[in-house]
């Protein structure tokens, strides 16, 4: 099946620095590439879409600023937590679409545990 | 995209079928119904989707009745290694961003 890879695994950064977060498609293209967050003992909650060579749309409430998302080909996304704080720590989770497929050839990565020191 | 309900949370021993029931009245035409499985610190895992009637297969079951306003998953004779959290949603086949809205999803557990 398609693999979907993420950079760093897990990942401790003092606060006020920056973090950036790669997800790689790596047997298949993804035009669109989704970021989601998922605190302890709570559901994923949609972050962002990721369009290869466009901007990407940000949910409700999510800060464009702040979660910089840049999906520069067709087999990477990168997320860049900026000036993180504490209260970004979380779990990262990225999933791509499979272009050739139906909607539901959605694939996810492993996950990028941030902590915010 | 329609909301769905689930159980928070369910219990069973190895060995015995589990069935999650997820209820989505407000389920479109275009809509399917999909499952994914989540463990600790993973990303979820694709587990199985349908749009009527019934589907599986090699992991699981999924039984839709004909009004498609509830689907319940069944996994067969569970193991210890089944305990994670299942989640419903409900998506629109073919759409064109295809974003994925998870809901609060059932914690299974299996005890030996």
């Known amino acids: 099946g398609a693999v979907v890879s993420q950079h760093p695994s897990r990942v401790i950064c003092k606060s006020g620095t920056s973090v950036k977060i790669e997800c790689r498609s790596l047997?298949?293209?993804?035009?669109?590439m989704f970021w989601y967050r998922q605190f302890p003992k709570q559901s994923l909650m949609l972050m962002a879409t990721?369009?290869?060579?466009?901007?990407?749309?940000?949910e409700q409430g999510v800060e464009k600023d702040k979660f910089l998302i840049n999906h520069a080909s067709l087999t990477l996304s990168t997320l860049t937590v900026t000036s993180a704080h504490p209260e970004d720590s979380s779990f990262y989770i990225c999933s791509a679409r499979d272009q050739g497929a139906g909607f539901y050839e959605q694939y996810f990565g492993p996950g990028t545990r941030l902590t915010v020191t | 995209l329609a909301k769905t309900t689930q159980p928070i949370s369910m219990d069973s021993y190895e060995g015995q079928e589990v069935n999650i029931t997820c209820s989505h009245n407000n389920i479109a035409t275009n809509d399917y119904i999909t499952w994914y499985q989540q463990f600790p610190s993973q990303g979820p895992r694709f587990i199985i989707q349908?749009?009527?009637t019934k589907v599986t297969n090699e992991v699981a079951s999924l039984f839709i009745p004909a009004d498609r306003k509830s689907s319940t998953l069944s996994l067969p004779r569970v193991s210890l290694s089944d305990t994670a959290v299942y989640y419903c949603?409900?998506?629109?086949?073919?759409?064109?961003?295809?974003?994925?809205?998870f809901g609060k999803g059932t914690k299974l557990s299996v005890k030996p």
């Open positions: 047997d298949f293209q993804a035009t669109t």
């Open positions: 949603l409900v998506v629109i086949y073919g759409g064109s961003q295809g974003n994925l809205i």
């Open positions: 990721s369009n290869e060579g466009s901007k990407a749309t940000y």
């Open positions: 349908g749009y009527k």
